[in-house]
C-alpha cells in the first residue's frame, strides 16, 4: 500500500522537475538570444556575480543594461504570459469537461482585449493613468465574455462540445467587431491598438512584470489549489455532490480564476492564441487526467513553451519581429484541427 501510494507522488515530481528544467533552459536560452552577443556561461557568471560567491561578472556595463533592462523582463513576462494561459486553459477545458475549451475560444481573451481596448481609447478621459484600469477591464471583459459564451452554449447545444465551441466563435467574433468598431472610431490610436492586438513581449519592461504579478499570484494560487475539486467535477455532478462539493460554487470560483488569468496575460501581452490548448492537450497525453498535476505541469510548460515561441519570433525574420500572435496561430491551427477530428471521432 505505502509503495504504491508513493509511487504516483514521485513521478509527478519527476515530471514536476523535468518541466522547471525545460523551463530554466528555455529562459536562459531566451536571455541569451539577441544583437549583442551574451553566451550562456556569461550569464550564468553575471547572475553569481550578485551572489555572494566571489565570482566576477564578465559583462560590460552596457551588456549589463541589455541583459538587466531590456531582455531579462521580455523572458519573464513571456513566462508569466504563457504559464497563466495555459494553466487558464487546463482549468477551463477541466471546468467544463470540454477538451476544445480554451480563453479564446470561450470568448475571455477577446472579451478582455474589448475591455482593454476600451480603456486605452477612452481611460484618458476618465483618468490619469488609464494603464492602472487595463488589468480590471480585461478581467470585466473575460468574464462576460465566459458568460456568454457558457449560456449560449448551453441554450444551444445542451452544453455539448459542438455547441459549446460554436457559441464561444459567435461571441468571440461579436466582441472582436465591437472592438474593431471603437478601433475605428480613435484612427489616432489604431497602430497602437492593433500593435496590442496582435500580441508581443517587445514592449514590456519590469514595470509590466511588477503590474501584472498580484493578479497572476491570485489566479495561480486558485487554480493550483482546485486541482482536488476539478478531479471529483470530471467525476459527475452528483459524485461531486455526494463527496461534499457544491459543484456550482466550485465551477464558479474556477473560472473567476481562470478569467483573471487570462485577463491578466492579455493585459499585457495583448492577444496571443492557441496557448491555451496547446499546452494542455500535449501535458495530457504524458501525465494521464490528474488535474492536480495537469495544472502545474500545464503552468510551467506553457511559460517554457512561451519563452522558446518568443526566441523564434524576434530571430526568424531578425532584426524584424514576428508578432507572437501569428507564430503560435501557425503552430497551434493544425493542433487544434488534430484536437477536432479526435474529438468528433470519440463521439463528444
Known amino acids: 500500500m505505502g509503495s504504491g501510494g508513493a509511487r504516483p507522488a514521485r513521478r509527478r515530481w519527476v515530471w514536476l522537475g523535468g518541466a522547471l528544467a525545460a523551463l530554466t533552459a528555455a529562459m536562459l536560452a531566451g536571455v541569451a538570444s539577441g544583437v549583442a552577443a551574451i553566451g550562456p556561461v556569461d550569464i550564468v557568471a553575471a547572475a553569481l556575480s550578485r551572489l555572494p560567491f566571489g565570482v566576477t561578472s564578465p559583462l560590460n556595463e552596457r551588456e549589463t543594461a541589455v541583459l538587466v533592462e531590456l531582455r531579462l523582463p521580455r523572458v519573464v513576462l513571456g513566462a508569466l504570459v504563457g504559464g497563466l494561459l495555459a494553466a487558464a486553459g487546463a482549468a477551463y477545458q477541466g471546468v467544463f469537461r470540454n477538451p ?5 475560444l470561450l470568448g475571455a481573451a477577446s472579451g478582455a482585449g474589448l475591455g482593454a481596448t476600451i480603456v486605452m481609447v477612452y481611460g484618458e478621459t476618465l483618468v490619469a493613468d488609464p494603464g492602472s484600469l487595463i488589468p480590471a477591464a480585461a478581467f470585466t471583459g473575460a468574464i462576460l465574455g465566459v458568460a456568454a459564451a457558457w449560456t449560449l452554449g448551453s441554450a444551444a447545444g445542451g452544453g455539448s462540445t459542438a455547441g459549446l465551441v460554436l457559441a464561444g466563435v459567435a461571441v468571440s467574433s461579436f466582441l472582436s467587431a465591437v472592438q474593431t468598431f471603437i478601433q475605428m472610431t480613435r484612427i489616432e490610436n489604431l497602430q497602437r491598438i492593433y500593435a496590442w492586438v496582435f500580441g508581443g513581449l517587445a514592449r514590456g519592461g519590469w514595470a509590466d ?17 482546485c486541482g482536488f475539486l476539478l478531479d471529483l467535477l470530471a467525476l459527475g455532478d452528483e459524485k461531486a455532490r455526494s463527496l461534499g462539493v457544491n459543484a456550482t460554487a466550485a465551477r464558479l470560483v474556477v473560472v473567476a480564476a481562470a478569467s483573471l488569468a487570462t485577463a491578466a496575460a492579455v493585459s499585457v501581452s495583448g492577444l496571443i492564441g492557441f496557448v491555451g490548448i496547446v499546452v494542455p492537450h500535449m501535458v495530457r497525453r504524458l501525465v494521464g ?6 495544472l502545474p505541469m500545464s503552468l510551467v510548460s506553457g511559460a517554457a513553451f512561451l519563452v522558446l515561441v518568443d526566441i523564434g519570433a524576434r530571430t526568424v525574420i531578425a532584426p524584424a519581429e514576428l508578432p507572437l500572435g501569428v507564430v503560435t496561430a501557425f503552430l497551434g491551427a493544425p493542433f487544434f484541427l488534430v484536437i477536432l477530428r479526435t474529438t468528433r471521432n470519440r463521439g463528444t
Open 289 to 294: 487526467t490528474g488535474y492536480r498535476l495537469i
Open 100 to 104: 476544445l475549451s480554451d480563453p479564446y
Open 209 to 225: 512584470v511588477w503590474g501584472v504579478a498580484p493578479y497572476a499570484l491570485v489566479s495561480v494560487v486558485v487554480l493550483l489549489g
